[in-house]
């Protein structure tokens, strides 16, 4: 699509909402592009300089200076641009006419900046009552790090992901691009819309304090289980491992993922990759294939290094299995399910031309998203915005009288059918946020994360009621009410029909074929109840060709893109974080399901979100799709280094396993860091960026030497007091006693029954100022709640509720109950899964 041969938009489900984008770099104005693709108009304000991002790679040569960076027009598209000095006060005035007609603000400034300017957010919440501010910041707004500065590489070690990226015998390694600033668009756009709900509702506005720091912190979601439930310490990956983990195996032409479960037995493999030694029963589950790693690793890559990477991705996932590939820019854009869903849009600029961008994260039904107008350049809408603010209405209604702040869902009822991860915690997550959620299990198969490889059971205990005692299902399904129904019968279908006609939402992750073979598809439901929302997460869609495909987080990760550009230099693809797609994935399903609200309010209809996991991970990887169009390269692999940052890595500091990263950004930083270190004839020598570039092996010699033996908090004080992104590689005890995420209450502690006790929970990323977000009650033990939920829910008669329990429709118990293939704590540690174990951990925690 194209702003000159633009095809006409239906209204967005933000038709109405009107932004007031005043932040930069990538994670507000990603966060405030996303509202606009949801329909909001968006209104971009730069300073005179402009945003820094216009400066940002890839830049098509030739262009005008401040327009020719393609990543600025895919953060910014759908935004009308203007230019004002908030710094000066004379600006304040056009800046309240603004205020005073918007919904939402979103601003990225240090804390404390704009009150410097005499711009505070209670001042603009003065202007506006009904206002959202949404300050998007490093480490927030609060706590000892507040003023801290952060980067991509800082934010990924200090979140805990580069402890358990890469392998074991080498540094820790965070994703390749700029991870960090994306996913905390992706929570922008969400907790924005949230609070906007409230605020809509009740007349009272919000502040919405966002961490990036804590975004990235969120993605160490099934770690904190094994500390908070088993006293262990996850670490990176051994060099030799099971390929069925989903590290990147090399084919003929490139590499494939494989991913162990789903619902093809292990013998299925011999039947793909042609050898009967697949079926021996050395291999048939993780820990023999753990106990005979070296000859498997063996045997698998054998099979795959004369075929086709593609070849065996199709032929696999036709067999259900659970495969996946790594694909750059040039497969992605060549990609056949991509262009069946219409992924990629045309955009043209009249400084750069036309080039193709990733245009649809998420499907709506009835409120499709859209590009309806082209990034501005430079305060190309000055004129326009302020002509037009005389005949905008204010948002703030005089004489008013606000309500009682509530919860955004209070009322709502969600069902969730949901298991493994993505789905699970976007329902846990609007439980935090007031919906009451109805958790239905299958009686036939146990969530993965009550018996599976995921599953982390109290210290290590997998023997009877185990699957009541995982801590990863604690976490994934707080929240929760819990009913086990059989859905593949028609009594079953007949009960969840009813309880569809109580509901607001629908959450669901079965591939597109289950919803419709049951006849559940949203076409049916919403003859139930015309106003329902509906979310289906699959891994590549409810279309395509590919849309039948089984996935999960491990092997999409290769085939959206991300693990070809992460790795360490000059080495091979390499797998990063955990379930990484399954966080991008929760945060995109969020934002779609808060703007299907939205457009539900305005119209008293619901509508389907057809939110494709593949798709949000390809979008979130746009710097080499955009340069493979501007000179046919993509970016290397580097690992933990930038390609123009210099020194920016990660050095080992005092203490087993520990790393402290930096990134110096200028030529000023590196000064003053030359001076921290006593080394002025490290500045005088290399005191530009170009001849830090050239001896980036000699510069990060002299870090690592200075930085040896230093305590890694001590020399994140040092080097942040400079004015320098720092801080420690940090893993999950760290964090769980970090005393920052502790002032900042991002755990929260929830009492379970015994003998699990009082835990901690990881929270969420952001603080609100009149609001209070929280775990309202633990997850529930399996079909704890049968009874209750049918009673009070669907209005069934006690003799009806036996007699569904009776016939095996609603059940008290799993029908199958599989041994665990969890692993215990000694076979973790064999295979260095986990680097250390606190017997101590519950003092360590403060929860004796």
Same mark, same amino acid.
């Given at each position: 699509?194209?702003e000159t041969?633009?095809?006409?938009?239906?209204?967005?489900?933000?038709?109405g909402?009107?932004v007031?984008?005043?932040s930069?770099?990538?994670?507000g104005?990603?966060?405030?592009?996303l509202l606009g693709?949801f329909?909001?108009?968006?209104i971009k304000?730069?300073p005179?300089a402009?945003?820094?991002s216009?400066?940002?790679?890839?830049l098509?040569?030739?262009?005008?200076?401040g327009?020719?960076?393609?990543?600025?027009q895919?953060?910014?598209? *759908?935004?009308?641009g203007?230019?004002?000095d908030?710094? !000066?006060?004379?600006s304040?005035a056009?800046l309240?006419?603004?205020v005073e007609?918007?919904?939402i603000?979103?601003e990225?400034?240090?804390?404390?900046?704009?009150a410097?300017?005499?711009i505070?957010?209670e001042?603009l919440?003065?202007?506006?009552?009904?206002l959202?501010?949404?300050?998007?910041t490093?480490f927030?707004?609060s706590?000892?790090?507040a003023?801290? %500065?952060?980067?991509?590489l800082?934010?990924?070690a200090?979140? $805990?992901?580069?402890q358990i990226?890469g392998?074991?015998?080498?540094?820790?390694? %965070?994703h390749?691009l700029n991870?960090?600033g994306?996913?905390?668009?992706?929570n922008t756009?969400y907790?924005?819309l949230a609070?906007? !709900?409230c605020?809509?509702a009740?007349g009272v506005?919000?502040?919405?304090?966002?961490?990036i !720091?804590?975004?990235? @912190?969120?993605?160490?979601?099934?770690c =904190?289980?094994?500390y908070? +439930?088993?006293?262990?310490?996850?670490?990176?990956?051994?060099?030799v491992?099971?390929?069925?983990?989903?590290g990147?195996v090399p084919?003929?032409?490139?590499?494939?993922s494989?991913?162990s479960?789903?619902? #093809?037995?292990?013998?299925?493999?011999?039947?793909?990759?042609g050898?009967e030694?697949?079926?021996?029963?050395?291999?048939t *589950?993780?820990a023999?294939?753990a106990? *005979?790693?070296e000859a498997?690793?063996e045997?698998?890559?054998?099979s795959?290094?004369?075929r086709?990477?593609? =070849?065996?991705?199709? =032929?696999?996932?036709r067999?259900?299995?659970?495969m996946?590939?790594?694909?750059g820019?040039p497969?992605?854009?060549?990609c056949e399910q991509?262009?069946?869903?219409?992924?990629?849009?045309?955009?043209?600029?009249p @400084?750069?031309g036309?080039?193709?961008f990733?245009?649809?994260?998420a499907?709506?039904?009835?409120?499709? #998203?859209?590009?309806?107008?082209r990034s501005?350049?430079?305060?190309?809408?000055q004129?326009?915005?302020?002509d037009?603010?005389s005949?905008?209405?204010?948002r703030?209604?005089?004489?008013?009288?606000p309500?009682?702040?509530?919860l955004?869902?209070e009322?709502l009822?969600?069902?969730d059918?949901s298991?493994v991860?993505?789905v699970? +915690?976007m329902?846990?997550?609007l439980g935090?946020?007031?919906?009451?959620?109805?958790?239905i299990?299958?009686?036939?198969?146990?969530?993965?994360t009550r018996r599976?490889v995921?599953t982390? +059971?109290?210290?290590?205990d997998s023997?009877e009621?185990?699957?009541?005692?995982?801590?990863?299902f604690q976490?994934?399904?707080?929240n929760?009410r819990g009913?086990?129904?059989?859905m593949?019968? =028609?009594?079953?279908?007949?009960v969840f029909?009813d309880l569809v006609?109580t509901a607001? &939402?629908?959450?669901?992750?079965f591939t597109?074929?289950?919803?419709?073979?049951w $006849?559940?598809?949203y076409?049916?439901?919403?003859?139930i109840n015309?106003?329902?929302?509906?979310l289906?997460?699959?891994g590549?869609?409810?279309?395509g060709?590919?849309?039948?495909?089984?996935?999960?987080?491990?092997?999409?990760e290769?085939t959206?893109?991300i693990?070809?550009?992460? $790795?360490?230099?000059?080495?091979?693809?390499?797998k990063?974080?955990?379930?990484?797609?399954?966080?991008?994935?929760?945060w995109?399903?969020?934002?779609?399901i808060?703007a299907?609200?939205?457009?539900?309010?305005?119209?008293?209809?619901g509508?389907? &979100?057809?939110l494709?996991m593949?798709?949000?991970?390809?979008a979130?990887?746009?710097?080499?799709?955009?340069?493979y169009?501007v000179?046919g390269?993509?970016?290397?692999r580097?690992?933990?280094?930038?390609?123009?940052?210099v020194?920016?890595?990660?050095?080992?500091?005092? $203490?087993?396993?520990r790393w402290? @990263?930096?990134t110096?950004?200028?030529d000023a930083?590196?000064?003053a860091l030359?001076?921290?270190?006593?080394?002025?004839?490290l500045?005088?020598?290399f005191g530009?960026a170009a001849?830090?570039?050239a001896?980036?092996e000699?510069?990060?010699?002299?870090?690592?030497?200075w930085l040896?033996g230093?305590?890694?908090?001590d020399?994140?004080?040092?080097?942040?007091?400079l004015g320098i992104?720092?801080g420690?590689?940090? *893993?999950?005890?760290?964090?769980? #006693?970090?005393?920052?995420?502790?002032?900042?209450?991002f755990y929260?502690?929830?009492?379970h029954p015994?003998?699990?006790?009082l835990?901690?929970m990881m929270?969420?990323?952001y603080r609100?100022?009149?609001?209070a977000?929280h775990v309202?009650?633990r997850?529930p033990?399996y079909?704890e709640?049968?009874?209750?939920?049918?009673r009070?829910v669907?209005?069934?008669?006690?003799?009806r509720?036996?007699s569904l329990i009776?016939?095996?429709v609603v059940?008290?118990?799993?029908?199958?109950?599989?041994p665990?293939?969890?692993m215990?704590?000694a076979?973790l540690r064999?295979?260095?899964?986990?680097?250390?174990?606190d017997a101590d +951990?519950?003092?360590k925690?403060? &929860?004796?």
């Amino acid at each position: 699509m194209t702003e000159t041969a633009a095809k006409p938009a239906a209204p967005g489900a933000l038709s109405g909402v009107r932004v007031l984008d005043l932040s930069s770099g990538i994670a507000g104005p990603f966060g405030a592009r996303l509202l606009g693709d949801f329909g909001a108009d968006v209104i971009k304000v730069e300073p005179p300089a402009g945003d820094p991002s216009r400066q940002m790679a890839p830049l098509v040569p030739g262009a005008t200076q401040g327009e020719a960076s393609l990543m600025f027009q895919y953060l910014n598209w *759908n935004k009308r641009g203007i230019v004002l000095d908030l710094a !000066h006060q004379s600006s304040h005035a056009q800046l309240r006419q603004l205020v005073e007609r918007s919904d939402i603000v979103i601003e990225s400034f240090a804390p404390g900046t704009l009150a410097t300017w005499g711009i505070a957010v209670e001042t603009l919440m003065q202007w506006n009552p009904r206002l959202v501010v949404t300050s998007v910041t490093d480490f927030g707004q609060s706590g000892p790090y507040a003023g801290f %500065k952060g980067s991509d590489l800082v934010h990924q070690a200090m979140a $805990g992901i580069m402890q358990i990226s890469g392998s074991a015998d080498k540094p820790p390694l %965070k994703h390749g691009l700029n991870q960090a600033g994306l996913c905390a668009g992706l929570n922008t756009a969400y907790v924005s819309l949230a609070a906007l !709900h409230c605020a809509l509702a009740d007349g009272v506005g919000e502040h919405v304090d966002l961490s990036i !720091h804590e975004c990235l @912190a969120s993605e160490l979601l099934m770690c =904190e289980t094994y500390y908070t +439930y088993m006293g262990a310490v996850q670490s990176r990956r051994l060099p030799v491992q099971d390929p069925f983990a989903g590290g990147p195996v090399p084919t003929r032409d490139g590499f494939i993922s494989i991913q162990s479960g789903g619902p #093809t037995p292990l013998e299925g493999y011999a039947d793909v990759f042609g050898d009967e030694a697949f079926r021996s029963p050395r291999f048939t *589950n993780s820990a023999q294939r753990a106990a *005979n790693v070296e000859a498997f690793r063996e045997l698998v890559e054998r099979s795959a290094r004369d075929r086709s990477a593609k =070849e065996l991705f199709l =032929e696999g996932s036709r067999r259900r299995m659970l495969m996946g590939m790594v694909q750059g820019a040039p497969e992605l854009l060549a990609c056949e399910q991509l262009a069946a869903r219409e992924f990629f849009g045309k955009i043209d600029h009249p @400084a750069t031309g036309e080039h193709r961008f990733p245009t649809q994260m998420a499907r709506l039904s009835g409120t499709p #998203t859209s590009v309806r107008r082209r990034s501005p350049m430079r305060g190309e809408h000055q004129r326009e915005v302020f002509d037009e603010l005389s005949h905008l209405p204010s948002r703030a209604v005089a004489g008013a009288k606000p309500g009682k702040p509530r919860l955004p869902l209070e009322g709502l009822r969600v069902l969730d059918l949901s298991t493994v991860v993505a789905v699970p +915690y976007m329902a846990a997550l609007l439980g935090d946020l007031g919906a009451e959620v109805i958790k239905i299990e299958s009686p036939v198969r146990l969530d993965q994360t009550r018996r599976g490889v995921f599953t982390t +059971y109290l210290d290590g205990d997998s023997g009877e009621g185990a699957i009541n005692r995982s801590g990863i299902f604690q976490l994934l399904n707080r929240n929760k009410r819990g009913i086990s129904l059989d859905m593949s019968t =028609e009594a079953g279908r007949e009960v969840f029909r009813d309880l569809v006609a109580t509901a607001d &939402i629908v959450v669901e992750n079965f591939t597109p074929r289950v919803m419709r073979g049951w $006849g559940l598809h949203y076409d049916e439901l919403k003859k139930i109840n015309p106003a329902l929302v509906m979310l289906s997460n699959t891994g590549y869609g409810a279309t395509g060709p590919w849309s039948p495909f089984p996935s999960q987080g491990t092997t999409l990760e290769a085939t959206m893109g991300i693990s070809a550009f992460s $790795g360490y230099r000059g080495e091979r693809p390499w797998k990063v974080g955990q379930s990484y797609p399954d966080f991008i994935a929760c945060w995109m399903g969020l934002t779609a399901i808060f703007a299907a609200l939205h457009a539900l309010r305005a119209t008293g209809q619901g509508q389907w &979100i057809d939110l494709s996991m593949y798709q949000v991970g390809a979008a979130l990887v746009p710097e080499p799709l955009l340069q493979y169009q501007v000179d046919g390269t993509q970016p290397q692999r580097i690992g933990n280094e930038h390609e123009r940052f210099v020194p920016s890595n990660a050095y080992p500091v005092k $203490g087993d396993d520990r790393w402290v @990263a930096l990134t110096v950004e200028t030529d000023a930083q590196w000064r003053a860091l030359c001076g921290a270190m006593h080394r002025a004839d490290l500045a005088a020598t290399f005191g530009t960026a170009a001849s830090r570039i050239a001896h980036r092996e000699e510069i990060d010699a002299a870090m690592g030497e200075w930085l040896r033996g230093q305590d890694a908090f001590d020399a994140m004080r040092i080097v942040q007091s400079l004015g320098i992104a720092c801080g420690p590689v940090l *893993n999950s005890r760290d964090l769980l #006693t970090n005393e920052h995420l502790a002032a900042r209450g991002f755990y929260e502690r929830v009492m379970h029954p015994q003998p699990m006790g009082l835990r901690p929970m990881m929270s969420r990323p952001y603080r609100w100022a009149f609001r209070a977000p929280h775990v309202h009650k633990r997850a529930p033990a399996y079909a704890e709640d049968n009874r209750a939920v049918l009673r009070e829910v669907a209005g069934y008669t006690d003799e009806r509720i036996e007699s569904l329990i009776a016939a095996r429709v609603v059940c008290d118990e799993p029908n199958i109950m599989k041994p665990s293939e969890a692993m215990g704590i000694a076979q973790l540690r064999q295979l260095r899964a986990i680097c250390d174990v606190d017997a101590d +951990y519950r003092e360590k925690l403060r &929860i004796l």
